[in-house]
């Protein structure tokens, strides 16, 4: 009984010999290997003869070995057990290894970046839940279920200052829509100035070269940038001044006072039916002054010969072959 189960025991022996190869290996020359990029460089020669005979049988036979050799040197690092998983302490690389694209370069600093570095601002992450004082529970700050949800705001506050007809529900949705663009503006820009192009400035179109008015124009757009409105700003030397500078067109309001708006009609009205038609006597002296001397001077020129075989026409106020004294008018 013994017998038998020792060579069972030998049967299996040999026939796991058979199936699975030995970990060690022997080479003539031995193998370049870089365990910190995982890489095993064969400097033995190739027995054409072999690899002619059978190519796929040749290769495998060949990348075990030398995995196995890897795996070997693998084993001889520094081991570490992390959750349960047996990790190896892989050391420096000592290959260089192309690399397939280009090394990223640093992200550029946007103007709030650059700001706050000058000024020393730590950036902090604020948390996703805030505390609403109206329900004493944490909301989230943004999106579903937060103070800026406009479900939420179904009854607004009309301000003293505003026009009570005014929809203060398209006002909010309004500045909205200005905030987000002027944060893509932003963004844009944040772009532009990381990529090195020219941004142009507000009132100018992106030229090679600005004319004379359009400088202008950003020069007075410029100066009104200011909080004072360019109020406090010292002029340039040759600056032309800006036409119509501080003039703003003052509209009445659609609705609302009722009794300068009855007065207007009422002085329309007397005008049309009680009123008689304004005559300017002064254009009207020199029109007819005007006219008399177009009259006369064709009259010298016809005269003196000027012109003969042509028929010029006279004004429709004078007819052919009438003479006028000098100094007389109509």
Not at 23 to 44: F, R, Y
Not at 45 to 74: G, H
Not at 294 to 317: H, N, T, Y
Request: aromatic share 4%; charged share 35%.
């Amino acid at each position: 009984m013994a017998a038998s189960t020792n060579a069972l025991v030998q049967d299996v022996l040999e026939n796991a010999k058979n199936q699975f190869k030995s970990v060690e290996v022997k080479k003539d020359i031995e193998l370049d290997i870089d365990c910190g990029n995982l890489l095993s460089c064969d400097p033995n020669p190739v027995d054409i003869n072999d690899y002619r005979a059978n190519k796929d049988e040749f290769l495998q036979s060949l990348v075990r070995d030398n995995t196995q050799l890897l795996f070997n040197q693998i084993w001889k690092l520094p081991i570490n057990r992390v959750d349960d998983v047996v990790v190896a302490e892989l050391p420096g690389p000592t290959t260089r290894i192309p690399r397939e694209k280009r090394i990223p370069q640093a992200k550029a600093r946007t103007k709030w970046e650059d700001y706050a570095k000058l000024k020393g601002i730590n950036k902090r992450k604020r948390s996703r839940l805030v505390f609403d004082e109206a329900t004493q529970k944490y909301i989230p700050r943004f999106g579903f279920k937060s103070n800026n949800d406009p479900k939420k705001d179904w009854l607004l506050e009309v301000p003293n200052n505003v026009d009570p007809n005014q929809d203060m529900f398209a006002k909010k949705r309004t500045e909205k829509k200005e905030r987000v663009a002027k944060n893509e503006l932003q963004r844009l820009r944040n772009i532009a100035r990381a990529q090195k192009l020219k941004i142009p400035g507000q009132g100018l179109e992106p030229k090679p070269t600005q004319s004379k008015q359009e400088v202008n124009k950003a020069i007075h757009l410029a100066k009104k940038s200011t909080a004072s409105i360019g109020r406090f700003e010292e002029r340039l030397p040759k600056e032309p001044i800006e036409k119509n500078a501080g003039r703003k067109r003052k509209f009445d309001p659609l609705l609302g006072h009722l009794e300068k708006e009855k007065d207007r009609e009422k002085k329309i009205l007397n005008h049309i039916l009680l009123g008689k038609p304004k005559i300017d006597v002064v254009q009207a002296v020199n029109h007819e002054m005007r006219e008399g001397d177009i009259v006369q001077e064709e009259i010298a020129s016809r005269k003196k010969g000027e012109g003969k075989g042509s028929r010029k026409a006279l004004p429709k106020s004078v007819k052919r072959g009438s003479k006028q004294k000098k100094g007389k008018y109509r």
